[in-house]
């Protein structure tokens, strides 16, 4: 590869790829991140290669394999550009097809998206009702660039936010341009990033100073971090070259978790590419500015998301938080001062340096600018990476952009902010998006996840779900925690068991908000969200639970039976699906249940088409 | 010098110091469970937390692991430090009943009960042996392994540890192992939380769960001397 000396090589080769695009050539895009690949991407991308090469199309098309662009649910599909054509959930047959209407400029009708009121085919992605709402400022980019090809991403005005700072010249004036934007960080917490910058810049440099980019993102549900890490690697290189010539950082580590292989390897080959390139290791592009980023693989545990643990991983030692102050700013890694961001707060710098800090604020509120990434999972219709505006309702996202309620239960609560978020009820659904507003309702930002649950969900499951991730993925040294948490969890369990008492609520309550108050990191602090904002807004559930013995849900195994009502019809479904032999009839006369071989496992339930099986 | 306040009266300590040396300096009490002079503060058992800061952005903080900072003020016996303090010796209880050093700090705190499912897990992962074998002994014979309800305390694989020379210290600082209750001999039990209550045998179901743990019952035997 050419290795550039000065911006005016990165300048030139920018304007050089851009006058050798050629933008007319019709494209295939296939979305191949790991939700892609999961549904079949991979044979998608073999076929549409081999039927560009044995028709000798490849002066006539382009194909192009990005990571996922949002719509997961919808996987693997194919955007055709330049019309912007979406084909939802492509089997292998229809490639040929749709190659041969790229190449001719027309659409096939009849595997364009439906309109789930009307029926209508919808053309444009950017017409779906799941785009509709969305402000894609950071991920729109995925769907124009190809991970693994730099050159791809320089043509898309990639880096070009780090010949402006280099421009600029004054780490000062990156500092304030990034204050200025309001940028908060995406990591959970919300901290200012431009003041964590200046805090880096204000410190002596002894022996260098490090950024990091924290990718563990640990939380079940949610991976709105891999799919930057996936779909624009590059992103994130340029956001941290431009900290590092802000802040006089020396050294970039980027802690992945090895569960996401794609993301490294992606990682891997983005890094190598800007380093043979120039753009990262001794005087990058004769600036003066020496920096290079390591990618460092952490083994999983969600505790080592928090930063003081996370620095303990990349020393070597055990992931356990400690004490702050000192911030890792003053004593991070190896006792030099340290920043460490979020994967999407890095991606988001260069959206600021490019536009201007101006146009960023104009998104979102006035203590919450830009825009926020969210993973909307559970018990909806449209699941997937949504990014929007911050300030934007949860009504909005759960009805407008994610469809709403997937079958005929009504949607009950969301829960955000990961296993230490809490649930909020639909009807607080009115409730903007942002920092604050969520905390004031109990629960957290988090970095993202969000799970919707209907009626079908039962809060004490999901209390008592969130309180044994938490209690496994503690770090376990603060005992409040390490104990509090295994405590809850017993309390909940008796509860859903039907042997909780109106007095282990109480005792739940008390003991949820001291280990609130006495653990030493974050994990413990917000640990107790599950439990203090179900009992909060869900109380009645939990005292159902213990004074009748019942499971309004019908969930809570030992305090629901199943039975046939007279609507069987004695199709034979549940008895074949049944695990237990529990179920007996004869064919075409009503079925039943023996309750003493029944393991409320649900199976009956879920094949039964005629709704004869009622739980109670 | 660093300038604080502490239950409203100032002290200036040196840099460096904690909340609880500079506790402890102006004499105000504070209990503390896996911290040990000589060894480095961890901060593991939560029992010296101390109230910090001002109305809504106050809150709790161990006081053997946080720094003495310009201008803060310290209280150590708000009551919502005492009522974390409670919880957390509840959870001790349940945990390791039989504990002389944490049925004292119980006595101390007038908690007389426990409400949990009683366990007897002993080892409560203060890390004092840890610590100490590390830092006094030198050897690094043990560590921490696993984490969250699978933590624990050990030799390597749980093999001989070449190194370990058998000096003791970690059952000498040890508050779960070392001092047991020694509930059939009064003298020996400080706390004589056993022996100045009347026989459980009347009131059964208030001792079930009593944070001494006696099994059998000798509350009796020990009335009769
Ligand atoms: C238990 C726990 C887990 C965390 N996990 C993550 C994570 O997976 N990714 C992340 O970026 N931040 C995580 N954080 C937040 C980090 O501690 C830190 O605040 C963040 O990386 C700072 O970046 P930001 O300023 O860009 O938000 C976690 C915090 C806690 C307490
Ligand atoms: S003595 Fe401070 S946390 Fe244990």
């Known amino acids: ?616 | 010098m660093i300038n604080l306040t502490i239950n409203g009266l100032d002290v200036s300590v040196e840099e460096g110091s904690t909340l609880l040396e500079a506790a402890q300096y102006l004499g105000f009490p504070i209990p503390t469970l896996c911290h040990m002079e000589g060894l480095s503060p961890y901060g593991a058992c939560r029992l010296c937390v101390v109230e910090i800061g001002e109305g809504e952005k106050s809150k709790l903080v161990s006081s053997c692991t946080y720094p003495a900072e310009e201008g803060l003020k310290v209280r150590t016996a708000s009551a919502r430090v005492v009522r974390a303090r409670k919880m957390i010796i509840e959870l001790l209880l349940a945990s390791c009943p039989q504990s002389k050093t944490i049925q004292d700090l119980a006595s101390k705190l007038e908690v007389r009960q426990q409400r949990f499912r009683q366990e007897h897990e002993d080892c409560i992962l203060c890390g004092l042996c840890v610590r100490m074998c590390e830092e006094q002994m030198m050897a690094k014979a043990i560590g921490f392994r696993g984490r969250g309800e699978k933590r624990s305390i050990g030799t390597p694989f749980d093999i001989k540890s070449d190194v370990c020379r058998f000096c003791g210290g970690c059952i000498y600082v040890c508050p779960a192992c070392q001092l047991r209750c020694t509930y059939n001999e009064p003298e020996k039990a400080i706390c004589g939380g056993c022996a100045n209550l009347s026989p459980p045998c009347v009131e059964i179901d208030r001792f079930n769960d009593m944070m001494c743990y006696m099994d059998p019952c000798v509350a009796c035997e020990i009335e009769k001397d």
């Open chain 1, 1 to 616: 590869m050419i290795k550039l000396n000065t911006i005016f090589d990165l300048n030139a080769l920018h304007d050089r790829l851009i006058s050798s695009a050629k933008p007319e050539i019709p494209t295939v895009v296939i979305t191949a991140g790991t939700c892609g690949q999961a549904s079949g991407a991979n044979d998608l991308i073999r076929i549409a290669k081999r039927e560009i090469l044995t028709r000798g199309l490849t002066e006539r098309l382009h194909l192009r394999v990005t990571g996922c662009h949002g719509y997961c649910e919808m996987e693997p599909s194919v955007l055709v550009e330049p019309r912007g054509t979406f084909y939802p959930n492509v089997g292998i047959d229809d490639i040929p097809e749709i190659i041969d209407a790229a190449v001719k400029g027309i659409t096939i009708d009849s595997l364009l998206f439906k309109e789930p009121v009307t029926s209508e085919p919808v053309e444009k992605q950017s017409d779906l009702p799941f785009y509709k709402k969305q402000v894609r400022t950071i991920l729109s980019a995925n769907e124009k660039i190809d991970p693994i090809r730099i050159f791809n991403y320089i043509e898309n005005d990639g880096y070009s936010a780090l010949m402006k700072v280099f421009g600029i010249g004054k780490s000062s004036r990156i500092i304030a341009e990034i204050k200025a934007s309001n940028l908060r960080g995406r990591g959970g917490a919300g901290f200012p990033t431009g003041l964590k910058w200046q805090f880096l810049a204000d410190q002596p440099s002894r022996n260098g100073k490090y950024l990091v980019c924290n990718a563990d993102e640990g939380d079940p549900g949610a991976y709105m971090d891999r799919s930057i890490l996936e779909g624009n690697p590059h992103s994130i290189i340029e956001g941290m070259i431009i900290g590092a010539y802000a802040t006089g950082a020396t050294e970039g580590i980027i802690y992945v978790r090895n569960e996401y292989p794609l993301a490294i390897k992606h990682l891997l080959i983005a890094l190598r590419q800007a380093r043979d390139l120039g753009l990262l290791g001794e005087n990058i592009l004769g600036t003066g500015l020496s920096f290079d980023i390591k990618l460092v693989k952490g083994a999983g545990a969600f505790v080592c998301g928090e930063e003081t643990a996370l620095i303990k991983s990349i020393e070597g030692k055990m992931g356990e938080p400690r004490q702050r102050p000192p911030f890792p700013t003053q004593a991070g890694i190896n006792g030099n001062p340290t920043a460490i961001n979020n994967v999407e707060t890095w991606a988001n710098i260069p959206v600021i340096i490019r536009n201007g800090a101006e146009s960023f604020r104009s998104i979102g509120t006035k203590n919450n600018s830009g825009t926020k990434i969210f993973s909307l999972v559970g018990k909806i219709k449209n699941t997937g990476r949504v990014e929007v505006p911050m300030g934007i309702t949860i009504g909005e996202i759960i009805y407008d952009i994610g469809g709403g309620p997937v079958g005929k239960a009504k949607i009950k609560a969301v829960q955000t902010g990961g296993p230490s978020g809490g649930c909020i009820p639909s009807d607080k659904f009115d409730l903007t998006i942002d920092y604050d507003s969520l905390a004031e309702a109990g629960s957290i930002m988090g970095s993202g996840g969000m799970i919707v649950m209907d009626e079908h969900t039962c809060m004490v499951d999901v209390a008592k779900y969130f309180m044994n991730f938490l209690k496994e993925e503690s770090c376990g040294k603060c005992f409040t925690c390490r104990k509090g948490t295994q405590r809850m969890y017993e309390i909940l369990d008796d509860v859903s068991n039907g042997e909780g008492s109106l007095e282990g609520l109480e005792l739940l309550e008390e003991l949820a908000n001291s280990v609130k108050d006495t653990t030493m990191c974050q994990l413990g602090q917000t640990a107790p969200n599950p439990v203090l904002s179900t009992l909060h807004y869900f109380r009645d559930e939990y005292e159902q639970h213990v004074e009748k013995g019942k499971c309004p849900a019908g969930v809570c195994r030992s305090l629901i039976t199943y039975s046939i009502t007279e609507k069987c019809n004695g199709c034979t479904a549940c008895l074949r699906a049944c695990p237990e032999e529990a179920i007996s009839g004869k064919k075409k006369e009503r079925h039943s249940i023996d309750q003493s071989k029944c393991t409320q496992c649900g199976a009956c339930w879920s094949v039964c088409k005629f709704d004869a099986v009622e739980v109670l």
